[in-house]
């Protein structure tokens, strides 16, 4: 079996999920990311999994997300985020979650994606917002 990560947002979100789920679950409705009522469901990094974490279409069917209305390559460029935690509500919503320890790891670099890949992004974060 492999031990918790060493330090940093991936450790303590491991610890979350696999020893202090309520902890983490009251965090997360106090934020407003889910309801008061809510509780989760956690699939990612689970402990008996080696605390795997998933991408793409994986996280998709991880998070029990089976028929999409746009196919994910026509969404997303292939390599996409690969999400700290996944997880679905009590209400039925997915739940993604990306986990930062301390504020410069807030701060991203510029992307490196191509022209092509970027224009998608774009596109798919404005449709979102719509």
């Known amino acids: 079996m492999t031990s918790f990560a060493t330090a940093g947002s991936q450790r303590w979100l491991q610890v979350a999920v696999n020893r202090k ?14 309801s008061n009522r809510a509780t989760v469901t956690w699939c990612s990094p689970l402990e008996v999994e080696n605390f795997r974490e998933y991408r793409d279409g994986a996280a998709l069917a991880k998070a029990g997300i089976k028929n999409l209305t746009t196919p994910l390559s026509a969404f997303w460029p292939p390599r996409g985020p690969v999400w700290d935690a996944i997880g679905y509500t009590s209400e039925g ?8 320890a301390h504020i410069p790891e807030t701060a991203s670099p510029k992307t490196r994606a191509s022209r092509g890949s970027l224009a998608l992004i774009e596109r798919s974060l404005a449709a979102a917002r719509r």
């Open 21 to 34: 789920r309520e902890l983490l679950l009251n965090a997360l409705g106090r934020s407003g990311a889910i």
């Open 93 to 100: 919503t997915p739940l993604f979650v990306e986990a930062k």
